[in-house]
């Protein structure tokens, strides 16, 4: 699933398998480093071909997913967990 993830901004061109690509991914998980392959790809061929950048904005290859772990806050357990009330 994740190869096709990779694969799609070749496949919308049907120039899949015409390109060699090299790349090297760290960080999160298996699922957003596809995502960011994508990103990465989509953004690479839209510099090597101007005309795809208008139909590839509208189908979401040049769109970042923006979320981003939440900071553990001073006096809780987690970011949002509190530590658990008690009466007496």
Do not use: C
């Not at 991914?25 to 480093?33: A, D, L, P, R």
């Not at 990465?40 to 772990?69: M, Q, S, Y």
């Amino acid at each position: 699933m994740h190869q096709q993830i990779v694969n799609e901004p070749f496949e919308t061109l049907d120039q899949a398998g015409q390109y060699d690509v090299v790349a090297r991914v760290h960080g999160g998980g298996v699922s957003g480093q596809a995502g960011a392959l994508r990103l990465g790809l989509a953004r690479a061929l839209t510099e090597a071909i101007r005309r795809v950048a208008r139909r590839w904005k509208r189908v979401g290859f040049l769109t970042r997913d923006a979320r981003v772990k939440e900071r553990k806050k001073y006096g809780l357990k987690k970011a949002r967990k509190a530590p658990q009330y008690s009466k007496r």
